[in-house]
């Protein structure tokens, strides 16, 4: 790789996001050879493009995912928020999109969020009208997420009436799948304790494999993701009796 391609590295690591013309500032090159250095690091795997930028490749960090498809997610998100009522108490696990719901709910009246990732807890730390309640546990220092016993115990002595999962990955064979044991741990806890679970996801993850088995199709009761939900598995999950929700 070129020295260059080493700075823009070197810059990603410590903002873990980083947009075109910030570099061709940082650089004093020209944008077009700026896009050409980012589309060889994608090819390498060392980063992802994003519309005017770059992420950090495969970073449970949700800051670095959370514009990618922001509309989408958005979309994705709003319709999720439609099926809390004001006044009830719901848990939010973690995601990009998770992240996007968290701010919608907090517009609703009484809504009492309760959740184990750290970052989304942030997200209010100007709104001294939300209510959010951090689960506590082992903090991951990059998913932000609280995992382990403590983390189940939390979620054993609190009542909600809804919960909602991100994921990494889902496939007919492997069902619902994390890429991190210990989330996906308290997320197969939660779905445990709630009898009304959303899993909100845009369509990407969908025909994805990650490490760690959350849940099958059949513990879960709806998905809420995009229209570009490819129709083998819109009918793999209706046929486990999931409600699914298209955007």
Known sequence: MKQRHNKILQLLSKDHETSVM??????????????QDLNFLEKEGL???VHGGAV???????????????????KIAKRAADFVAPGETVLIESGSVNAILA?????????????????????FRKNLEAKIIVIGGIYQHQSESM?????????DNINFSKAFIGIDGFTVETGFTSRDFFRAEVSTHIIQKCKDV???SDSGKFGREAIANICSPSEIKHVVTDNELLDQYLQALKSEGVDVVVV
Do not use: P, W
Request: proline share 0%; aromatic share 4%.
């Open 147 to 155: 995992v382990g016993k403590i983390t189940k115990i939390c979620i």
């Open 198 to 200: 959303y899993i909100v």
């Open 56 to 74: 950090l490749r495969d970073s449970d960090d949700i800051a670095n995912r959370l514009g990618v498809d922001y509309e989408k997610k958005l």
């Open 47 to 49: 980063l992802r493009r």
């Open 103 to 123: 701010r919608e709910l907090v517009k609703k009246d009484s809504i009492n969020i309760l959740t184990t990732n750290i970052f989304i807890a942030r997200q």
């Open 22 to 35: 910030n570099l061709t500032e940082s650089l004093s090159v020209s944008s077009v050879t700026i896009r």
